[in-house]
């Protein structure tokens, strides 16, 4: 399944590159392309693992920047 989320507060192309490579590296995604002129995360992954997922990808991001957040 293929589902796009909304970002908030993604600073820079090099942040949302680090944070696609972390998020790709999440167990069970498929692809993730995080876009920072559109300020959007792509992820593809089985639907019954999405929240397990968005979860994972919530603590890849806070990491790479604190403030930027996946609004569900």
């Not at 589902?3 to 696609?20: H, I, S, W, Y």
Request: proline letters at 1%; charged letters at 40%.
């Amino acid at each position: 399944m293929k589902k796009v989320f909304k970002l908030d507060e993604v600073d820079c192309a090099v942040c949302a590159q680090n944070m696609e490579n972390g998020i790709k590296k999440i167990d069970g995604v498929e692809s993730a392309v995080v876009s920072y002129v559109t300020q959007k995360l792509l992820i593809e992954c089985d639907e019954g693992e999405m929240d397990r997922i968005l979860d994972e990808a919530q603590k890849v991001i806070k990491k790479v920047d604190p403030r930027c957040r996946i609004v569900r």
